[in-house]
T-cell receptor, first 114, second 111 residues
Framework: DAGITQSPRHKVTETGTPVTLRCHQT?????MYWYRQDPGHGLRLIHY???????DKGEVSDGYSVSRSKTEDFLLTLESATSSQTSVYFC?????????????FGDGTRLSIL | GESVGLHLPTLSVQEGDNSIINCAYS??????FIWYKQESGKGPQFIID?????DKRQGQRVTVLLNKTVKHLSLQIAATQPGDSAVYFC??????????FGAGTTVTVRA
């Protein structure tokens, strides 16, 4: 398995509270991604990073921010959680974006916003 | 943007039979395709990939076929086993290097 650790694995919190999810990798890969997975939808990209302090938005970035201060860590923050952000969140990594480079995924964080 | 869809949300297959899972994509500029397997409570696991300059690629018990003319790819699993029960989904990469994912086909293997 790719060396990707997501924490926490499960979290329940209330609407309006801030939440931070962490993704830690041991592969020294340049690219890191945050996705959300909801029933009936494919994985949807929230934000991604192409290097330390270099990030960009994905297709569902509203309400989320990210930070990457070290190669190995990529944080996803919900500044003020809403019930629509209840989802399973996956982190992925890849060495680079071109060529035959699949993304490899962590085991996810199940987040419930009450 | 790219849309990726699977033809059937569920597939039930007898143990030992071959499975075929289908996927359609919309962007003719997509150049790279990946199949993932996702077991309950786990993250997607890479199975096999294929570039657009190929039409077939084989792995261990799995084969991916790509038909660019009709923008369709399929995953074939030979001699399906109980451990193959999972959700399978395809992903395609468009020219902005982003991956677009299908919603998944749930494969159930009958003993």
């Amino acid at each position: 398995d790719a060396g990707i650790t997501q924490s926490p694995r499960h979290k329940v919190t209330e609407t309006g509270t801030p939440v931070t999810l962490r993704c830690h990798q041991t592969e020294n890969h340049r690219y890191m991604y945050w996705y959300r997975q909801d029933p009936g939808h494919g994985l949807r990209l929230i934000h991604y990073s192409y290097g330390v302090k270099d990030t960009d938005k994905g297709e569902v970035s509203d309400g989320y921010s990210v930070s990457r201060s070290k190669t190995e860590d990529f944080l996803l923050t919900l500044e003020s959680a809403t019930s629509s952000q209840t989802s399973v969140y996956f982190c992925a990594i890849s060495e680079w974006q071109g060529g035959n480079q699949p993304q490899h995924f962590g085991d996810g964080t199940r987040l419930s916003i009450l | 943007g790219e849309s990726v869809g699977l033809h059937l949300p569920t597939l039930s297959v007898q143990e030992g039979d071959n499975s075929i899972i289908n996927c359609a994509y919309s962007n003719s500029a997509s150049d790279y395709f990946i199949w993932y397997k996702q077991e309950s409570g786990k993250g997607p696991q890479f199975i096999i990939d294929i570039r657009s300059n190929m039409d077939k690629r084989q792995g261990q018990r799995v084969t991916v076929l790509l038909n660019k003319t009709v923008k369709h790819l399929s995953l074939q699993i030979a001699a399906t086993q109980p451990g193959d029960s999972a959700v399978y989904f395809c992903a395609s990469r468009s020219n902005d290097y982003k991956l677009s994912f299908g919603a998944g086909t749930t494969v159930t293997v009958r003993a």
